[in-house]
């Protein structure tokens, strides 16, 4: 019997593969799909079913490829929407796999049309349950989708989908949701990389309401959506069959400043904050490789021309971070990294950085008024960690959207201090406002984290 | 947070890697210990603790070998026995391991100092349970290595264990044992590759009884003990810290046939059974690879000079199986496999093989005393599967030990025919016997299985 | 600096990727590309070039795939062909590859547009010469592709290329050929990994001629040539773009005998000879696993459907090589092998084997008329390793294109006992002839080989 | 037949398999075997020999670890040496290897113990020659290592080697040395990745002299000998036969600093130089990660315990490269790199860098008294690459060892501007030099490289 969960690093996204004797199913596999070829070539399966838990908005899914290459068939959840390949699943029908059953669920919520897979024991009892983005680890999906105004009802149909459909197939049940903990998609998701439906039950704070009017009242609100989900949304309808990450070609110096100044270019660089810091390309704009798959979508359009800038080495955990994420114009990476650059004596900028107690010791001495502290978290982290007080808030994903906007608001000509979590985000974000603001941008290395292990005027 | 199940193929057992934050636990390690250091480098993390469920006796245990190159700490149950290294666990204990806690449980049955490893979640309850031989899906462990007289008290020790203290931990705990179906160590062990204690409680056969009487009344049998597996005891109180399979040497033909010759040396058939029987070197036992770690402590020893035969390709999964038994003396595996053997025009053998519907015809025309039925198969899976009518009962791993005896029971001048599940066992039964009857013995292809998809005059 | 030999198992086929600083070339890509682009990968190169020697015959060329990939430009010769991509290359050019440079040479004589390339070392003088089917190590291409009467223009052809282009390159310079011994394009190519102009010169009988009119007087004889050919040919003007090799389902023996009935339908068992013959499928073909590239060209179609019986496990190599002769339409692998056919009791045969001695001690008593030996080997075989006196000749290679006629030479009733270089063809042959012919078909194990350390009646 | 070259990266140190029918040799192999073991597995071969070129003294030789595994004989040169393990290689006498055979040549010069092996065709004639630190690509190994009076003598030597014994070898042998560009064993290596002897002949310096005399009177000259190389030799009369890298534990910010206190402690920085520039931990050295194994040797003792910074991720390559250099004590590396001791809030320092057009700008204005040029490249770099006027002349693996006479040239007070090729190197020399002077030291990026491709006052 083969049971695999496939982690997309980056998305912090699980597909599944299962399977008994000679047939395998796919549970909403991503787009570079040769992860569930080889396990079906290891157990010696064929692919015969993908089963999609919804119609994904934070990534491209690899159902169409996947069944071009294996000849799976594909069924897909959200089946009122207008899809260019496969077909609807239906509901509670029970698809064979080898000896076992997989039990299609309705279980709306996060979408309308969302479902759960039910796989059965071999006796016929509920085993496992591929969840999709309804229920996660410790959070649930997102369900903001229809509007404010349909809150409340997506809510009810999302308390039934949990306390009357889930929860009765017993805590013994294994829960196998699409996301883990770093992911979009559930900003509370738990680092349990193992649960089952009576751990949630116990541990969840959305399994603990008393009854559906309470569970309506308090659950869900208004998140930002960027444009990219609707982007992915349109292309989940009839995604590339393409299964390949591009090939990068390598790029010296001269070839990379000549493709720089191509129209709709991009340059991106994935190095750490301290490299980008001391030196970088003027107008790259800086996002870490770790978080790469996750931001992407707020910054670049899908049809720019990429250029990355790495350590120099094929950047290929980049490729396949873009690449799930439908970013396939790469048009090169810098050979040997900024060492060639340094080499080749082009133009170069530096970033200022600042350590927490450099920042402390200067804000001793200082009145209010002649610096400026941003902070760029999104609101959830600032309801978890704190807020800092007195400070300009910019949530990181929608500073570029609002440019104008916040330029007027950092425009004090006082220095600014740049705070995320980790240095990390602020990098990015000084990296947006380069050359666009009188003041002085200055990332605080460490941020959040760093501020809080020490003793210092600003209030968290 | 890091969660890996490690299966080591052939043995069907389980080992566990653990981890959060930069602190991982290797739970049950396996001899060679790569597997385990690899996953620590992706993650991060080092490897502090190793627990041990119990003193192993089916296959090499690589604590040892695991501490020396990590740096962890060991512990071991059974504490009682004398080991030359590592430190006995101290039961209740709760060892830290980043934010996680693990908790040792004392867990007798198995053996009297069975422990079972409970992992705690951020928040303190529950999660996961290493339950060593203790517990399996769908089945227990033997409880018969006290002698027969104590098999009453042992399973009284097993009740309270299951029933008093593994059960209460919750049916939402995820649980974790040390073997999967196909192992020695549990013949009704169940193709869940993923379970709980909610599950088990359900399906768990042993885990249906109404009260400890009952449960001390029917459970427990003696079964065989391999000599091996004494010695793997021994080995077990002080395991080699060798952590590297041994390289095997390619040999040409002239080379093989020298090294057959000498003392003390075995020679081991692990292709197909029926490219053994088609042409074979005579004096080499057959042992189909996919089964050499679970049946080859039945017929060698581990002080013998190894040669192996393949299909010519240099034979890593073998290495490994060997390995993992304990055996270290390989002297070299035939270059090209018995094509380069008969290209050199060296003597071969071959074995009769009969497919069933030949034997069916065969068996119809021929009055009883003119054949004989032989059947290897081991007591549980007749118990399942069915007894053949008229057949001479010798298990498998008995036939060597007490080969003269046998002899005698088969040498009756008939056509023996040697049935197995498969036909994969009856061609090591065939190759035992091989020029020391005069019968003529003729490996059923298919076996059983076979056999029961036709309509023939044996009753099964 | 960059220089790779890329060997093609099986065909015995060897591409090359060269670079300096960020450019590579490729010379002669095979259909599976992957490995050019991990090279390119790991040196942080681009694909600028791809030259192609020859419009290749014996194998699917990956220009237009890895172009498709990595943007390179393609160069061809035998510029004359109506290619449908890519651009003649010009000849006596020099491209650029970073601080080096390579020339394309006319060399006529495997084919009219044969070139070469000739790569310069930093200072300009020549380095290394990619030779394609012109010069290999000890032997020269074939020159029977414009027919018999061509023959001495074609001869003469290349005798410039060697004598008047090649050699006065100089003794030093690298030789890197396009196949190694044991291709199909050159039946005496010597064992030497790497080669010089100098040391084909001393060693290579074709470079030891003192004049031309010499050399077109003994060089050059027609030799068969298969339709695969005149297929590759045709692909090679417009191959596939498709990269990757299609993924093979895994079948049980139900599946499997249903698509065995479907029309267009090939059965290839790429088991060992013995395997096969001591139980097959009915219906199948033999063809060893190591020589299935060479040889799946002269018994099947590209367009039939394809599956294959193997040891059970997921036929990768076998899918690489089908794929680099244009097979894709592989419609299974049995999953477990025959073991899983014999444990369904379905239908299986077997082939007769006889060792030398045993066939010695038969035809010690036998008078001619009641045996026939059956010698399959190529012509150039026999003059090397001696002809079997009184034996039928029929080169596999032409048994089943001319199958009526042959089986009415090999219809006496009498065993037939067949005879290639080691039995692996000699069973390919015997599946050939499986229920085609009255007489017993009997491969003699370890063949030639085995045959010519013994001491026997049959003259060799 | 099996040939294959296995560079060690970072070392540019060649070492060979070559191999027929099932026996292979390997010419001087190093410390992570491996490599060796695999390709003897993939083309099934024993290991038959391992012959050394001379005793090393820039790596530890594996040829102790090879041979426990494999069983391999070793053959040594320098025989006069009192070796603990293996035998003395026997002049001009030849070693069967299959069908081939291996030829020890005496070959001194770089020692007066080096051998060459020439292997030679299956005909008999030479075909490739393995010559050591004799003879490279574009240069002769160092000839200083018996003193500045023996420098003639030992001249004389390899004179006779090149001249009488390699060069008649042919033209078209191919030839194989033990180092490529990139190594400290020969600087002026051609980036040839494979040459013959007829390539040398007529592009190597050292093979165009018309006499002996000429050649004694102008080859050879005192180069400094590190002390590493010393421990290298003692070593490697008796190296360790460990074969695995260490396992490196990952560390949080706390262990981290907690070891970092410990005695006899060294930090390395494995980063980038920009990296290190902008945020460092204070006390780390740095030496970037490509060039860590030419140069550990000259800054640490193998005793020491090493610490490692670098992205964040296991170190495997830098493990590798320090236990090829005899460095196995390996305390731990800074799990996530400095974004934990960001987070951390731990102190750290950074480094001024600045850019060749900056530098130009500030040079303009500056007179000659208030800056320094330091320029810490070797004396054969400034010979190829020139001279920048006016600069201290201070080479970097002598920097350390004469730090307090470097330290009172450089303390003017005035700024210090660090030249090397790329400003790598210039960043270990500023790493090493920190808080030791009172002038502020930035190191130059991109150093001579980028310098050259401006106009500026700074003559080079």
Known sequence: MLFKKIESEGLAHFSYIIGDQTEAAVIDPRRDIDVYLEEAKKEGMKIKYIFETHRNEDYIIGSKALAAVSGAEIFHADGELNYQYGEAVEVDREYKLGRLKIKALHTPGHTKGSHSYLLKDYDGSPWMLFSGDILFAGDVGRIDFYGEEKLPEIAGLLYDSLYNKILPLGEEVVLCPAHGAGSVCGSQIAEREVTTIGIEKRSNPYLQYQNKEEFVAEVGEMEAKPKYFRIMERSNLNPSAKKSTPFIPALNPDEFENLM??????????????????????????????????????????????????????????????????????????????????????????????????????????SDSEYQLLDIRQEEEKEEEGYITGSLEIPLTELQANLENYLEQIESGNNVYVFCGSGMRSMTAASLLENKVESEVCVVLGGLNAWSSTSCPIKI
Not at 277 to 287: Q, R, V
Request: charged content about 20%; some cysteine; overall charge negative.
């Open 261 to 366: 100044q191509k129209e709709n270019t991009a340059v991106i660089d994935i190095r750490s904050d301290s490299d980008y810091a001391a030196s970088h390309i003027p107008g790259s704009i800086f996002l870490w490789e770790d978080i790469l798959a996750s931001f992407v979508g707020w910054f670049f359009d899908n049809n720019q021309q990429i250029l990355l800038i790495n350590d120099g080495k094929y950047p290929e955990k980049a490729a396949k971070s873009l690449f799930r994420m439908g970013y396939e114009n790469l048009s090169g990476y810098l050979a040997r990294g900024m060492l060639s650059w340094h080499m080749a004596a082009k133009h170069t900028e530096s970033t200022n950085i600042i350590k927490v107690n450099q920042l402390c010791d200067l804000l001793d001495v200082n």
